[in-house]
Protein backbone atom coordinates (compact mmCIF):
# COMPACT_ATOMS: atom_id res chain seq x y z
CA UNK A 1 0.00 0.00 0.00
CA UNK A 2 1.52 3.31 -1.13
CA UNK A 3 0.83 6.94 0.14
CA UNK A 4 -1.80 6.54 2.06
CA UNK A 5 -3.89 3.87 0.70
CA UNK A 6 -4.88 1.32 3.94
CA UNK A 7 -7.84 -0.55 4.09
CA UNK A 8 -11.05 1.08 5.46
CA UNK A 9 -11.75 -1.27 8.59
CA UNK A 10 -8.23 -1.44 9.76
CA UNK A 11 -6.27 1.69 11.81
CA UNK A 12 -2.94 2.61 10.53
CA UNK A 13 -0.15 1.14 12.82
CA UNK A 14 3.10 2.83 11.10
CA UNK A 15 4.48 4.23 8.03
CA UNK A 16 7.37 4.63 6.39
CA UNK A 17 9.62 3.51 3.34
CA UNK A 18 9.68 -0.18 1.61
CA UNK A 19 13.33 -1.44 3.13
CA UNK A 20 14.66 -2.19 0.05
CA UNK A 21 13.50 1.23 -1.63
CA UNK A 22 15.03 3.12 1.29
CA UNK A 23 18.01 1.51 1.16
CA UNK A 24 18.65 2.11 -2.42
CA UNK A 25 17.81 5.86 -2.20
CA UNK A 26 20.39 5.46 0.97
CA UNK A 27 22.94 4.54 -1.59
CA UNK A 28 22.21 7.07 -3.69
CA UNK A 29 23.43 10.21 -0.91
CA UNK A 30 25.91 8.03 1.02
CA UNK A 31 28.92 6.17 0.81
CA UNK A 32 29.56 6.24 5.42
CA UNK A 33 27.46 7.42 8.50
CA UNK A 34 28.62 7.36 11.89
CA UNK A 35 26.01 7.21 14.59
CA UNK A 36 27.08 9.61 17.45
CA UNK A 37 25.97 8.18 21.09
CA UNK A 38 27.27 7.20 24.64
CA UNK A 39 26.53 3.52 23.35
CA UNK A 40 25.62 1.37 20.10
CA UNK A 41 22.05 0.23 21.25
CA UNK A 42 20.27 2.68 18.56
CA UNK A 43 22.44 1.70 15.72
CA UNK A 44 22.77 -1.89 16.41
CA UNK A 45 18.97 -2.09 16.24
CA UNK A 46 19.13 -0.80 12.22
CA UNK A 47 17.95 -4.00 10.27
CA UNK A 48 18.79 -5.48 7.80
CA UNK A 49 22.39 -4.43 8.78
CA UNK A 50 24.45 -2.39 6.87
CA UNK A 51 28.44 -2.03 6.07
CA UNK A 52 28.38 1.73 5.99
CA UNK A 53 26.93 2.69 9.42
CA UNK A 54 28.76 2.27 12.33
CA UNK A 55 28.93 3.72 16.21
CA UNK A 56 31.43 6.63 17.34
CA UNK A 57 31.26 7.22 21.48
CA UNK A 58 30.44 10.88 21.00
CA UNK A 59 28.13 12.18 23.28
CA UNK A 60 27.88 15.16 26.00
CA UNK A 61 26.67 12.45 28.78
CA UNK A 62 30.08 10.84 27.97
CA UNK A 63 33.04 12.60 30.06
CA UNK A 64 36.16 13.00 28.41
CA UNK A 65 38.02 14.23 25.43
CA UNK A 66 36.08 13.21 21.99
CA UNK A 67 37.35 10.09 21.08
CA UNK A 68 39.23 9.90 16.84
CA UNK A 69 37.04 8.06 14.42
CA UNK A 70 37.15 4.32 14.22
CA UNK A 71 38.02 4.75 10.29
CA UNK A 72 38.70 8.40 8.49
CA UNK A 73 36.49 8.97 5.64
CA UNK A 74 38.57 8.54 1.72
CA UNK A 75 38.89 11.03 -0.16
CA UNK A 76 35.60 11.57 -1.75
CA UNK A 77 33.55 10.00 0.24
CA UNK A 78 30.06 11.11 1.34
CA UNK A 79 31.01 10.68 5.12
CA UNK A 80 28.07 11.57 7.11
CA UNK A 81 27.51 11.90 11.14
CA UNK A 82 24.14 11.20 12.44
CA UNK A 83 23.95 12.55 16.44
CA UNK A 84 21.56 11.37 19.41
CA UNK A 85 21.10 14.81 20.73
CA UNK A 86 22.41 16.83 18.31
CA UNK A 87 21.00 20.36 20.54
CA UNK A 88 23.03 19.07 23.82
CA UNK A 89 26.42 20.61 23.68
CA UNK A 90 28.51 20.78 20.60
CA UNK A 91 30.01 17.67 20.48
CA UNK A 92 28.63 16.25 17.60
CA UNK A 93 29.28 19.09 15.75
CA UNK A 94 32.96 19.63 16.90
CA UNK A 95 33.65 16.11 16.03
CA UNK A 96 32.13 16.27 12.77
CA UNK A 97 33.76 19.15 11.78
CA UNK A 98 37.26 18.15 12.78
CA UNK A 99 36.74 14.27 10.93
CA UNK A 100 35.76 15.48 8.13
CA UNK A 101 31.95 14.48 8.22
CA UNK A 102 28.60 15.91 7.06
CA UNK A 103 26.36 16.91 9.90
CA UNK A 104 22.80 15.72 9.50
CA UNK A 105 20.75 17.66 11.98
CA UNK A 106 18.17 19.99 11.76
CA UNK A 107 18.86 23.73 11.98
CA UNK A 108 19.50 24.75 15.61
CA UNK A 109 17.03 27.88 15.68
CA UNK A 110 14.08 25.47 15.16
CA UNK A 111 14.90 23.04 17.25
CA UNK A 112 15.97 25.20 20.24
CA UNK A 113 12.14 26.77 19.81
CA UNK A 114 10.78 23.50 19.26
CA UNK A 115 12.62 21.67 22.84
CA UNK A 116 11.80 24.62 25.08
CA UNK A 117 9.02 24.03 27.11
CA UNK A 118 7.39 27.71 26.71
CA UNK A 119 8.76 28.61 23.40
CA UNK A 120 6.95 26.16 21.86
CA UNK A 121 3.43 26.72 22.77
CA UNK A 122 2.89 29.11 19.25
CA UNK A 123 3.65 26.16 17.31
CA UNK A 124 1.74 23.55 19.23
CA UNK A 125 -1.26 26.27 19.01
CA UNK A 126 -0.67 26.39 15.12
CA UNK A 127 -0.85 22.58 15.05
CA UNK A 128 -3.98 22.76 16.63
CA UNK A 129 -3.36 20.14 19.08
CA UNK A 130 -4.75 20.03 22.47
CA UNK A 131 -2.02 20.89 25.58
CA UNK A 132 -2.92 20.71 29.31
CA UNK A 133 -3.92 24.00 30.74
CA UNK A 134 -0.91 26.15 31.96
CA UNK A 135 0.01 29.46 33.60
CA UNK A 136 3.01 31.19 32.31
CA UNK A 137 5.82 32.53 34.73
CA UNK A 138 8.00 35.48 33.81
CA UNK A 139 11.40 35.62 34.82
CA UNK A 140 11.16 38.33 37.10
CA UNK A 141 8.91 40.50 38.66
CA UNK A 142 6.61 37.46 39.87
CA UNK A 143 3.49 37.16 41.71
CA UNK A 144 3.35 35.17 44.85
CA UNK A 145 3.02 31.25 44.14
CA UNK A 146 -1.06 31.27 44.37
CA UNK A 147 -1.18 33.22 41.52
CA UNK A 148 0.09 30.59 39.04
CA UNK A 149 -1.99 27.67 40.53
CA UNK A 150 -6.28 27.93 39.58
CA UNK A 151 -8.59 27.05 42.20
CA UNK A 152 -9.71 24.02 40.28
CA UNK A 153 -6.09 22.15 39.92
CA UNK A 154 -5.73 19.37 41.86
CA UNK A 155 -1.68 18.93 41.61
CA UNK A 156 0.66 20.50 39.20
CA UNK A 157 4.00 20.52 37.00
CA UNK A 158 6.10 22.70 36.97
CA UNK A 159 8.13 22.48 33.45
CA UNK A 160 11.38 24.98 32.90
CA UNK A 161 12.21 25.73 29.28
CA UNK A 162 14.90 23.65 29.14
CA UNK A 163 14.74 20.21 30.31
CA UNK A 164 17.77 17.85 29.92
CA UNK A 165 17.75 14.37 28.56
CA UNK A 166 16.75 13.05 31.59
CA UNK A 167 13.46 14.65 31.99
CA UNK A 168 14.91 16.52 35.30
CA UNK A 169 13.72 20.33 34.36
CA UNK A 170 10.25 18.85 35.17
CA UNK A 171 8.89 18.35 38.88
CA UNK A 172 5.38 17.49 40.50
CA UNK A 173 3.53 19.74 42.88
CA UNK A 174 1.22 18.22 45.06
CA UNK A 175 0.27 22.16 46.57
CA UNK A 176 1.16 26.10 46.59
CA UNK A 177 3.71 25.54 49.49
CA UNK A 178 5.90 22.90 47.32
CA UNK A 179 5.31 25.77 44.09
CA UNK A 180 6.64 28.31 46.42
CA UNK A 181 9.40 26.90 47.40
CA UNK A 182 10.16 26.04 43.41
CA UNK A 183 9.87 29.15 42.22
CA UNK A 184 12.46 30.13 44.44
CA UNK A 185 14.58 27.28 43.44
CA UNK A 186 14.53 28.22 39.73
CA UNK A 187 14.25 31.94 40.47
CA UNK A 188 15.20 34.10 37.58
CA UNK A 189 14.03 32.13 34.39
CA UNK A 190 10.57 31.75 32.73
CA UNK A 191 8.56 28.96 33.76
CA UNK A 192 5.61 26.75 32.91
CA UNK A 193 3.27 25.57 35.49
CA UNK A 194 0.58 22.99 33.73
CA UNK A 195 -2.10 21.21 35.60
CA UNK A 196 -1.03 17.49 36.08
CA UNK A 197 -2.75 15.16 34.17
CA UNK A 198 -2.87 11.16 35.82
CA UNK A 199 -2.88 9.52 32.69
CA UNK A 200 -1.31 6.76 30.50
CA UNK A 201 1.73 8.02 28.98
CA UNK A 202 2.78 7.85 24.86
CA UNK A 203 5.31 8.61 23.15
CA UNK A 204 5.27 8.63 19.31
CA UNK A 205 7.81 8.12 16.47
CA UNK A 206 8.02 9.98 13.47
CA UNK A 207 10.36 12.20 10.67
CA UNK A 208 9.66 15.57 9.20
CA UNK A 209 10.93 15.82 5.87
CA UNK A 210 11.03 18.61 3.10
CA UNK A 211 7.41 17.20 1.58
CA UNK A 212 5.54 15.72 4.69
CA UNK A 213 6.01 14.32 7.92
CA UNK A 214 5.82 10.23 8.31
CA UNK A 215 4.81 9.06 11.45
CA UNK A 216 5.84 5.76 12.96
CA UNK A 217 5.67 3.75 15.85
CA UNK A 218 3.62 4.52 19.36
CA UNK A 219 4.95 3.36 22.57
CA UNK A 220 3.88 3.62 26.12
CA UNK A 221 6.47 5.90 28.13
CA UNK A 222 7.68 5.03 31.18
CA UNK A 223 8.36 7.62 33.52
CA UNK A 224 9.52 8.03 37.12
CA UNK A 225 9.85 4.93 38.11
CA UNK A 226 10.88 4.60 42.09
CA UNK A 227 12.73 0.82 41.20
CA UNK A 228 15.20 2.53 38.47
CA UNK A 229 15.39 6.38 39.44
CA UNK A 230 14.39 9.14 42.53
CA UNK A 231 13.02 11.78 39.80
CA UNK A 232 9.53 12.24 39.26
CA UNK A 233 10.19 13.03 35.54
CA UNK A 234 12.90 10.86 34.28
CA UNK A 235 12.95 8.63 31.16
CA UNK A 236 12.82 5.10 32.54
CA UNK A 237 11.53 3.47 29.50
CA UNK A 238 9.39 2.39 26.68
CA UNK A 239 6.76 -0.34 25.92
CA UNK A 240 5.32 -0.03 22.17
CA UNK A 241 1.55 -0.59 21.94
CA UNK A 242 -0.74 -1.02 18.93
CA UNK A 243 -4.27 0.08 18.39
CA UNK A 244 -6.04 -2.70 20.43
CA UNK A 245 -3.75 -1.79 23.88
CA UNK A 246 -5.93 1.56 23.76
CA UNK A 247 -9.41 2.58 23.89
CA UNK A 248 -10.79 3.12 20.68
CA UNK A 249 -9.72 5.98 18.82
CA UNK A 250 -6.56 6.77 20.85
CA UNK A 251 -3.99 5.66 18.87
CA UNK A 252 -5.22 7.28 15.49
CA UNK A 253 -5.82 10.23 17.52
CA UNK A 254 -2.14 10.11 18.92
CA UNK A 255 -0.54 9.97 15.45
CA UNK A 256 -2.77 12.38 14.03
CA UNK A 257 -1.60 15.46 16.62
CA UNK A 258 1.95 14.03 15.59
CA UNK A 259 1.47 14.22 11.87
CA UNK A 260 0.04 17.86 12.70
CA UNK A 261 3.26 18.87 14.99
CA UNK A 262 5.60 17.21 12.31
CA UNK A 263 3.66 19.67 9.50
CA UNK A 264 4.22 22.90 11.39
CA UNK A 265 8.23 21.77 12.08
CA UNK A 266 8.81 21.31 8.46
CA UNK A 267 7.09 24.26 7.76
CA UNK A 268 9.45 25.96 9.70
CA UNK A 269 12.31 24.21 8.31
CA UNK A 270 12.92 21.46 10.61
CA UNK A 271 14.58 18.26 9.12
CA UNK A 272 14.70 14.92 10.70
CA UNK A 273 13.43 12.36 13.58
CA UNK A 274 11.15 13.66 16.16
CA UNK A 275 9.25 12.63 19.08
CA UNK A 276 6.13 13.98 20.62
CA UNK A 277 4.96 12.91 23.96
CA UNK A 278 1.57 12.74 24.86
CA UNK A 279 -0.72 11.79 27.95
CA UNK A 280 -3.89 10.30 27.97
CA UNK A 281 -6.66 11.84 29.56
CA UNK A 282 -10.33 9.70 28.93
CA UNK A 283 -10.60 9.76 25.16
CA UNK A 284 -8.61 12.74 24.94
CA UNK A 285 -4.75 12.72 24.09
CA UNK A 286 -2.59 16.26 25.15
CA UNK A 287 0.73 16.96 23.74
CA UNK A 288 3.36 16.65 26.89
CA UNK A 289 6.39 18.23 25.17
CA UNK A 290 8.35 17.47 21.37
CA UNK A 291 11.71 15.74 21.98
CA UNK A 292 13.46 17.59 18.87
CA UNK A 293 15.87 14.46 18.05
CA UNK A 294 16.00 10.71 18.22
CA UNK A 295 15.32 9.20 21.28
CA UNK A 296 15.42 5.97 23.36
CA UNK A 297 12.45 3.99 22.05
CA UNK A 298 13.83 4.36 18.17
CA UNK A 299 15.69 1.29 19.18
CA UNK A 300 12.34 -0.74 19.37
CA UNK A 301 11.00 1.21 16.31
CA UNK A 302 13.36 -0.28 14.47
CA UNK A 303 12.82 -3.33 15.45
CA UNK A 304 9.03 -3.03 14.56
CA UNK A 305 9.71 -1.97 11.69
CA UNK A 306 12.27 -4.31 10.48
CA UNK A 307 9.15 -6.85 11.25
CA UNK A 308 6.95 -4.56 8.69
CA UNK A 309 9.52 -4.37 5.63
CA UNK A 310 10.47 -0.81 6.38
CA UNK A 311 13.62 1.06 6.28
CA UNK A 312 14.49 1.93 9.95
CA UNK A 313 13.63 5.46 11.49
CA UNK A 314 17.69 6.60 11.30
CA UNK A 315 17.82 5.60 7.68
CA UNK A 316 14.15 8.18 7.08
CA UNK A 317 16.42 10.62 8.92
CA UNK A 318 19.48 10.48 6.22
CA UNK A 319 16.99 10.57 3.70
CA UNK A 320 14.52 13.81 5.50
CA UNK A 321 17.69 15.44 6.04
CA UNK A 322 19.50 15.08 2.34
CA UNK A 323 16.82 15.10 0.25
CA UNK A 324 14.19 17.44 -1.34
CA UNK A 325 11.33 14.92 -1.37
CA UNK A 326 11.33 10.93 0.11
CA UNK A 327 10.68 8.66 -1.89
CA UNK A 328 7.14 6.86 -1.44
CA UNK A 329 6.03 5.66 1.77
CA UNK A 330 3.55 3.17 3.04
CA UNK A 331 1.04 2.34 5.45
CA UNK A 332 1.43 -0.73 7.39
CA UNK A 333 -1.39 -2.30 9.73
CA UNK A 334 0.31 -4.80 11.09
CA UNK A 335 0.53 -5.65 14.58
CA UNK A 336 3.95 -4.05 16.65
CA UNK A 337 5.71 -6.60 18.51
CA UNK A 338 5.79 -6.74 22.65
CA UNK A 339 9.46 -4.80 23.10
CA UNK A 340 10.21 -3.35 25.81
CA UNK A 341 12.88 -1.70 28.14
CA UNK A 342 14.05 -0.15 30.63
CA UNK A 343 16.87 2.53 31.74
CA UNK A 344 18.47 1.67 35.32
CA UNK A 345 20.05 4.83 37.18
CA UNK A 346 22.78 4.68 39.70
CA UNK A 347 21.31 4.84 43.04
CA UNK A 348 23.72 7.11 44.75
CA UNK A 349 27.39 8.15 43.61
CA UNK A 350 29.88 5.80 43.37
CA UNK A 351 33.36 4.84 41.80
CA UNK A 352 32.96 2.60 38.90
CA UNK A 353 36.10 0.03 38.05
CA UNK A 354 34.36 -1.56 35.20
CA UNK A 355 31.51 -1.89 32.75
CA UNK A 356 29.69 -5.55 31.80
CA UNK A 357 30.01 -5.77 28.32
CA UNK A 358 27.04 -5.46 26.30
CA UNK A 359 25.41 -8.33 24.41
CA UNK A 360 22.61 -10.90 25.18
CA UNK A 361 21.81 -12.00 28.85
CA UNK A 362 19.91 -14.45 30.67
CA UNK A 363 18.34 -13.63 34.00
CA UNK A 364 18.75 -16.73 36.42
CA UNK A 365 19.00 -17.41 40.14
CA UNK A 366 22.56 -15.98 40.00
CA UNK A 367 21.37 -13.06 38.12
CA UNK A 368 22.55 -12.12 34.60
CA UNK A 369 24.54 -14.59 32.64
CA UNK A 370 26.19 -13.50 29.35
CA UNK A 371 25.48 -15.40 26.13
CA UNK A 372 27.26 -16.32 23.53
CA UNK A 373 26.00 -14.82 20.89
CA UNK A 374 24.67 -10.75 20.85
CA UNK A 375 21.44 -11.01 19.17
CA UNK A 376 19.26 -8.23 17.64
CA UNK A 377 16.62 -7.37 19.35
CA UNK A 378 13.62 -9.72 17.07
CA UNK A 379 16.17 -12.29 17.70
CA UNK A 380 16.79 -12.40 20.83
CA UNK A 381 15.86 -15.78 23.10
CA UNK A 382 12.74 -15.75 25.57
CA UNK A 383 13.46 -14.67 28.63
CA UNK A 384 16.97 -13.18 27.51
CA UNK A 385 17.62 -9.53 27.61
CA UNK A 386 20.03 -7.22 25.74
CA UNK A 387 22.14 -5.05 28.14
CA UNK A 388 23.85 -2.04 26.83
CA UNK A 389 26.07 0.00 29.14
CA UNK A 390 25.24 3.69 28.97
CA UNK A 391 27.72 5.03 30.81
CA UNK A 392 32.07 4.53 30.99
CA UNK A 393 34.41 3.39 34.15
CA UNK A 394 35.05 6.36 36.82
CA UNK A 395 32.83 8.21 39.26
CA UNK A 396 28.82 7.59 38.29
CA UNK A 397 26.60 10.06 39.90
CA UNK A 398 23.11 9.54 41.52
CA UNK A 399 20.62 8.97 38.87
CA UNK A 400 23.18 8.53 35.83
CA UNK A 401 21.93 6.09 33.42
CA UNK A 402 23.80 3.18 34.34
CA UNK A 403 21.72 0.74 31.46
CA UNK A 404 19.42 0.16 29.39
CA UNK A 405 17.70 -3.53 28.98
CA UNK A 406 15.55 -4.71 26.10
CA UNK A 407 13.48 -7.75 25.67
CA UNK A 408 10.91 -8.91 23.90
CA UNK A 409 7.79 -8.91 26.45
CA UNK A 410 6.08 -6.19 28.14
CA UNK A 411 7.49 -5.52 31.55
CA UNK A 412 4.51 -3.70 33.21
CA UNK A 413 0.97 -3.01 33.14
CA UNK A 414 -0.31 -0.19 30.96
CA UNK A 415 -1.16 2.19 33.03
CA UNK A 416 -0.14 5.20 34.89
CA UNK A 417 3.44 5.06 36.37
CA UNK A 418 3.32 1.59 36.32
CA UNK A 419 5.41 -1.25 38.86
CA UNK A 420 7.80 -3.77 37.12
CA UNK A 421 6.20 -6.94 37.05
CA UNK A 422 7.25 -9.96 39.14
CA UNK A 423 9.74 -11.25 36.84
CA UNK A 424 11.93 -8.66 36.40
CA UNK A 425 11.27 -6.66 40.07
CA UNK A 426 14.69 -7.88 40.51
CA UNK A 427 16.50 -6.49 37.79
CA UNK A 428 17.45 -2.68 39.43
CA UNK A 429 18.88 -4.65 42.60
CA UNK A 430 20.67 -7.03 40.19
CA UNK A 431 21.59 -4.56 38.07
CA UNK A 432 23.32 -2.17 40.74
CA UNK A 433 25.42 -5.21 41.86
CA UNK A 434 26.46 -5.97 38.23
CA UNK A 435 27.66 -2.44 37.95
CA UNK A 436 28.81 -1.23 41.60
CA UNK A 437 29.79 -4.45 42.82
CA UNK A 438 27.54 -4.75 45.71
CA UNK A 439 24.00 -4.25 46.62
CA UNK A 440 22.88 -0.97 46.62
Known amino acids: MSQGASPADEVVV ?53 PAPSRSPRRGERAMAVAFA ?62 YWPDHWDQAVLQRPENNLMGQGTVALRDRGQLSAALDRWAGRPLKVSRLVP ?28 ELTTGWGTHCGNQLVGPDDLSPGLYDQARSCTHAVGEVLRGRGFRGVFGLDLIVEGEKVHVIEINPRFQT ?65 TDGPDGFT ?29 DDELVLLQTRRRLCPLTDRPALDAPCRSWPERLHTLFLGETA
Not at 25 to 51: G, K, N
Not at 105 to 134: F, N, Q, R
Open 14 to 66: MEGLDASEGLAALAEVIDTAAFLDRSAFLPASFQPAVPWLRHEPVSPLLRGPL
Open 86 to 147: PEHGDHAHRWAARHGHQLLAPPAEITATAADKTAVLPLLAEAGVSVPEYVLVSASGRLPADA
Open 199 to 226: GLSLTVTACAAADRTVVSAVSHQLVGMP
Open 297 to 361: VVSLVHAAEAGAGLLPTLGLHILACLLPALPATRRTSRPVPPLSQIVVHAPRTARLDRVPAAGGY
Open 370 to 398: RITTAPVLNDLPPHAVLLWPHIQPGTVYA
